[in-house]
């Protein structure tokens, strides 16, 4: 470690024992290449900067040949520093300027680390600035394009000669232009040849950092802590686009699936999220909202054609994304979910958001179209630690009905205890309220009685989980909904799970009653078992029973590695003569996700399979993702390394034949961890540093280079001209009498990086030295770690330019604290 005091880097110089080199059988002379502490390279570098012990990823450090840090302006506004107007003279280096900042503030210790390309700063409280989102201290800019795609097919092939097809495919296009973000969504849908395709929404954003908010223009989906969400095209300003994080808008589906089915999850009428789940419990979180207002439309649609329909009202995930206290504005026209809607209306919404204390906000908003007006009023709080409420009241009238109306929510949740927990929504309304998006424009009078009939008068929602270390988990929740046309549906599950010394024991049960099921066959209960069979096996075995019908089933998975699984079963019926097989195969190679699976019974056999990731086109060229592409990411370089697994916030990633791997998501305003997996590299491969922090702002697109290098390691078996192994100890030195390192026992050298250069000389005393002459093999084996050879070392005239040699330059690798370079085993 180099502790660099005001204005100049150390000089203190290492002392040497000569005598004790000399006992120990090393040359003296490697005291001069040891006398000073590692340094920067000259010029401008790439490192990790720490202030304060905090770290604040990458910044761009400037060096004078000595060493020295230049405390530009760019540096300080990223350690969050004031910016000294006095400057320092550098010489031909005098843009951008080197600010004096240590005159300044002259109890700043500066430890600058080389050999961790690490720079530390421990400064004083008021060097800091006012505490605020500066755009300095995140990475800015950068432009690529990117495409993510989401395929699903399904085939059910039916022996009496009958087929039935679904496929699907989910893409979102897009392009980061300087902090920019351009998104466009898209659905298409094929059911047994009637195709539909779907245009969720395009628009661009980008976030205003002084006022910590969000603009968006396009077609977009309004947001309010107010109102339900509303499609519609034109412009819309909100305060959380600064604070949020992607996918946590608070949004889960919980449902058991009774056999391999597909879910689809609608909001506002629109399909925005499809899926394939196996038989048993299933969770879906992190959705594609549309908004965090308008409730979500979950069916359930199994093998046999069977279908389950309900409802996750918003109510009971609008209070854990709470509302950022600013102001709210969306101005466009609305847009109806098909063209025969007609010509629809144009749109003002405004709300605002203010925190009351340290734990309540209040919000309030008007809407508008020339037909429609609402109010809303809106209040979260944290009356106590435990608990969060959050309670909503609205009243709308529309002039084309003359109807007018009120909706009123309520939502709670607390921790009842250390390990219960309870959450509770209600949402009740009257037949003459209406949202924006409910009016209905033009004469379809029936069409509109049928629609009104439909909506919900009363939701209601509860949770509650709780954990016993002894007992196990338990979780309920229940839902319920009633319509204006009397039509009732209530949902409710519950789970028990419990880890025992060589297995896992869980119980689910599953109700849907009401009008929403295809299928009502009451109560569904699972009981299963689950065996580890080693680290990356398990045996599974589960009785179902519903209505009248109980089914057995076994089944046996295997994580083949990181990139593979399967899992083969088969169910049998214990009162009914069903039947079925199946097997399931899900792989990550590297660039992709897919996945297969067949099954077959009595009367059909069905296919299914996925395939899923992201595109990302750069500067540099294409790369593929096996993550779908977030708003904020970037590209990871290992130049010429492929195959190399790296760490991302995302998961692991894999480098391609170019050495590139796409970062599908970094937090914004967020420090990332990036680390190279140094096991996964070839041993002929050294990396400088494999571990790097990044602090991206949203909309940035950040190019991530590891400084590589490639080395050829060598242990020769030298000896001189009489056969005799050279003397241990003695100094092995480059051509420019650079010294390299020293002879070990039985005339053993070992070269940490031959790098071509192959005209060595060993300093057998202070005036013979002589010449290594060995030949190496030009296919070598890359993935071994050092080769080895034979070496004779051929005498040479006195060396007089050794006894007067000046003093070498230093390494550019140097660490003080680091051993020498050893040969590594196996």
Not at 102 to 126: D, K, M
Request: one cysteine or more.
């Amino acid at each position: 470690m180099l502790a660099q005091g005001p204005g100049k880097a150390s000089e203190t110089l290492a002392q040497f024992d000569a005598s004790i080199l000399s006992s120990r059988g090393l040359d003296p002379g490697v005291s001069d290449y040891f006398r000073y502490a590692p340094r920067f390279h000259e010029g401008t570098q790439v490192v990790n900067l720490r202030v304060n012990g905090n770290q604040l990823g990458l910044s761009e450090a400037r060096f004078n040949r000595e060493g020295e840090l230049c405390f530009t302006q760019a540096l300080l506004e990223k350690a969050g520093l004031r910016v000294p107007a006095a400057t320092v003279d550098q010489g031909e280096w005098s843009e951008p300027a080197c600010h004096d900042f240590l005159a300044q503030y002259p109890n700043t210790v500066v430890n600058l680390r080389p050999n961790r390309e690490e720079v530390e700063l421990v400064v004083s409280s008021e060097a800091f600035r006012a505490p605020e989102l500066d755009e300095g201290m995140f990475s800015r800019g950068g432009l690529a394009g990117l495409l993510n795609y989401d395929v699903l097919g399904l085939e059910s092939q039916s022996r009496s000669g009958g087929s039935s097809r679904y496929f699907s495919l989910a893409t979102e296009a897009g392009v980061n232009l300087g902090d920019w973000i351009v998104r466009s969504r898209q659905l298409y849908t094929s059911v047994n040849g009637v195709q539909r395709s779907e245009h969720l929404y395009a628009y661009a954003q980008r976030d205003v950092l002084p006022w910590q908010s969000t603009f968006q223009v396009g077609q977009l989906s309004s947001n309010s802590p107010v109102f339900g969400g509303v499609q519609f095209s034109g412009l819309q300003f909100f305060p959380d686009g600064v604070k949020r994080s992607a996918g946590a808008n608070g949004a889960v589906v919980e449902g058991l699936a009774l056999s391999q089915s597909r879910v689809e999850v609608r909001q506002s009428g629109a399909l925005i999220y499809t899926t394939l789940v196996p038989e048993g419990p299933f969770t879906l979180s992190n959705l594609p909202l549309l908004n965090g207002t308008s409730d979500l439309e979950v069916s359930v649609i199994e093998e046999s054609g069977a279908e389950q329909r309900f409802i996750v009202p918003s109510a009971s995930f609008r209070g854990t994304a709470p509302a950022q206290s600013g102001y709210y504005v969306s101005l466009g026209q609305v847009r109806g979910p098909s063209e025969s809607e007609g010509e629809q209306p144009l749109l003002a919404m405004g709300s605002a958001t203010w925190g009351l204390g340290k734990s309540s906000a209040l919000s309030a908003g008007l809407v508008g179209t020339s037909d429609y007006q609402a109010t809303g009023l809106g209040l979260d709080t944290r009356p106590v630690a435990n608990l969060a409420v959050g309670a909503r009241g609205n009243v709308s009238h529309d002039k084309a009905s003359g109807e007018s109306g009120a909706r009123r929510s309520l939502s709670l949740g607390t921790a009842v205890a250390d390990s219960v927990d309870l959450t509770l929504s209600a949402t009740r309304q009257t037949p003459g309220y209406r949202e924006v998006s409910e009016i209905r424009y033009g004469d379809r009078q029936s069409e509109r009685d049928d629609f009104l009939g439909s909506r919900f008068k009363n939701q209601y929602t509860a949770g509650l989980s709780w954990f016993d270390p002894a007992l196990g988990g338990f979780s309920v929740g229940y839902s319920q909904s009633s319509q204006f046309d009397d039509q009732k549906y209530a949902h409710w599950h519950g789970s028990w799970s419990k880890s025992f010394k060589h297995a896992s024991v869980s119980a689910y049960v599953d109700s849907a009653v009401g009008a929403s099921s295809s299928s009502n066959d009451g109560v569904s209960v699972r009981l299963q078992v689950s065996v580890p069979l080693g680290k990356d096996r398990r045996v599974r075995s589960s009785l179902r029973h519903q209505g009248s019908r109980s089914t057995l089933t076994a089944a046996y998975t295997e994580r083949v590695n990181e990139y593979l699984n399967y899992e083969v079963g088969a169910e049998q019926g214990l009162n009914h003569p069903q039947s079925l097989t199946r097997g399931t195969v899900n792989a990550t190679p590297r660039y992709a996700q897919v996945g297969l699976a067949a099954s077959q019974d009595r009367f059909n056999t069905n296919y299914n399979g996925y395939l899923k990731g992201g595109i990302v086109a750069h500067e540099q060229g294409v790369t593929f993702s096996p993550y779908r592409v977030q708003e904020t990411f970037g590209v990871v370089s290992l130049e010429g390394v492929p195959g190399a697994r790296i760490s991302t916030p995302q998961g692991p990633v894999w480098t391609d034949a170019k050495g590139r791997a796409v970062i599908a998501s970094l937090p914004a305003y967020n420090n990332s961890r990036l680390e190279v997996d140094t096991r996964s590299l070839p041993k002929r491969v050294d990396i400088q540093n494999g571990t790097k922090i990044l602090s991206a702002g949203r909309g940035s697109f950040n190019a991530v280079d590891f400084s590589v290098v490639n080395v050829r390691r060598v242990l020769l078996h030298a000896r001189d001209e009489g056969g005799q192994a050279l003397p241990h100890g003695v100094s092995v030195l480059a051509d420019n009498d650079d010294f390299l390192t020293s002879v070990a026992g039985d005339g053993m050298i070992f070269i940490g990086d031959i790098g071509g250069q192959q005209a060595l000389k060993v300093a057998l005393s202070s005036s013979r030295t002589c010449q290594l002459q060995f030949d190496l093999t030009e296919d070598n084996d890359e993935d071994l770690p050092y080769e080895t050879a034979s070496a004779v070392c051929l005498d040479l005239q006195p060396n007089e330019a050794l006894a007067t040699a000046e003093e070498p330059e230093l390494p550019e690798l140097l660490d003080g604290d680091a051993d020498a370079d050893e040969p590594s085993e196996g």
